[in-house]
Structures are given as C-alpha cells and as structure tokens.
T-cell receptor, first 114, second 115 residues
Framework: NAGVTQTPKFRILKIGQSMTLQCTQDMNHNYMYWYRQDPGMGLKLIYYSVGAGITDKGEVPNGYNVSRSTTEDFPLRLELAAPSQTSVYFC?????????????FGPGTRLTVL | AQSVAQPEDQVNVAEGNPLTVKCTYSVSGNPYLFWYVQYPNRGLQFLLKYITGDNLVKGSYGFEAEFNKSQTSFHLKKPSALVSDSALYFCAVRVNTGGGNKLTFGTGTQLKVEL
C-alpha cells in the first residue's frame, strides 16, 4: 500500500491564482482530513469528510473548498490565493471507529504565495 | 471545547538519559489522547494513544505515555533517549463535538537528543 499520497510536493503561487492540492489514499478509509501547519501553531483542521459525498468545515475553512466524489480522493481547492495561505498542507485519513481510528498522514505540500 | 497544551517548545536531553515531553489536556467527558511524531520534511506518524484502561500506554519505538486524570496530563516518556529520537512531537485530543473523529493538536515540542 502507498498509504496517503499528496501532490505536488512544492508549489509557488502568485496572489489571486488558484490551485488544487491532490490527496489520495489506498487504505479504504472513510474519514479524510486536510490540515495546515504553521510554525509554532501546530496543525489546524481545514476540512474533513466522513465519506464520499459528505464534507464539513474544520477550524480554519475560509479561503478553501473541498469535494469527495470517491472514497480514495479528497482534493483541496484554493480559489484566490493569499499570502496568509502560505503554509504546509497535510492530508490524513482514518477508519471510522468507536475506539478512534489512527490518522495516517501524507508527506505534505509546501505552498508559498507571493 | 477540547484543547491540549504543550508547555515546552523544546526539550534537550543527552543520549541514554530518560526523556519526558509534557502534555496537559482540557476536555469534557472522557479524553481520547494521542501522541504523534514528525521528522523533518515528513508527515506526522502515530506513536500511541489512550482510549481507556491501563494508565500506562506503550507505543512505537520504545515510547510510552502516562495518563493522569487528576492532573489532566498525558506525558510522553522514554527510558533511554536516542539521537534518532530528535524530532517534533505533537500531543492531540479527540474533538467530542460533531463526527469524523477529529483531533485538536498541541503546538508541538521539539526534542533534541545530543551525544
């Protein structure tokens, strides 16, 4: 299994440009998540999904959109990039479980908005 | 609301010495607590979790954590540190509202193990 894969690894955007961060998992997990990581701030949840066709906002959703058309894929869309969106973005997935399935993380996408 | 606090930005320890990385939590209801590790330029990796049962939880790479309900703490420990343990460590707690088994993470503690 490849686990959770993310593309691209790095990207530089100009202010106002748009892009999609791709995330794919091959573990048949029904829960998926997008986080951003800023220095000294830990990880903040942007959006999450409990299954295909179902998404919900996390702690910091403004400026982002998601979709979940399949179990495997959970892309994150930035419509109008702003310098405040410069960050490292991580996708994660887990089983749904009453005993709290472990979240598995992708390698991250480092995004710079200039 | 659920939260975790990691009071130390950095912990320095000599190789072979015991290490402790501190975490305190605030949660209504029963806490589900986690430790993750992040190596440079990598995603987070799961170390261990406490859901219920024994207060001492054993995890990957020789790490363990002690759940202390009266002190609302979940400190990460290892009896003998290795240079290869140097990394960024995150404590996390499950968010009890809504679905999706969401986590709230602490701000992280940088562990540096020196020869």
């Amino acid at each position: 299994n490849a686990g959770v894969t993310q593309t691209p690894k790095f990207r530089i955007l100009k202010i106002g440009q748009s892009m999609t961060l791709q995330c794919t998992q091959d573990m048949n997990h029904n829960y998926m998540y997008w986080y951003r990581q800023d220095p000294g701030m830990g990880l903040k949840l942007i959006y999450y999904s409990v299954g295909a066709g179902i998404t919900d906002k996390g702690e910091v959703p403004n400026g982002y959109n998601v979709s979940r058309s399949t179990t495997e894929d959970f892309p994150l869309r930035l419509e109008l990039a702003a310098p405040s969106q410069t960050s490292v973005y991580f996708c994660a997935s887990s089983y749904s479980s009453a005993t709290m399935g472990t979240q598995y993380f992708g390698p991250g996408t480092r995004l710079t908005v200039l | 609301a659920q939260s975790v606090a990691q009071p130390e930005d950095q912990v320095n320890v000599a190789e072979g010495n015991p290490l402790t990385v501190k975490c305190t939590y605030s949660v209504s209801g029963n806490p589900y607590l986690f430790w993750y590790v992040q190596y440079p330029n990598r995603g987070l990796q799961f170390l261990l979790k406490y859901i219920t049962g024994d207060n001492l939880v054993k995890g990957s790479y020789g790490f363990e954590a002690e759940f202390n309900k009266s002190q609302t703490s979940f400190h990460l420990k290892k009896p003998s540190a290795l240079v290869s343990d140097s990394a960024l460590y995150f404590c996390a707690v499950r968010v009890n509202t809504g679905g999706g088994n969401k986590l709230t993470f602490g701000t992280g503690t940088q562990l540096k193990v020196e020869l």
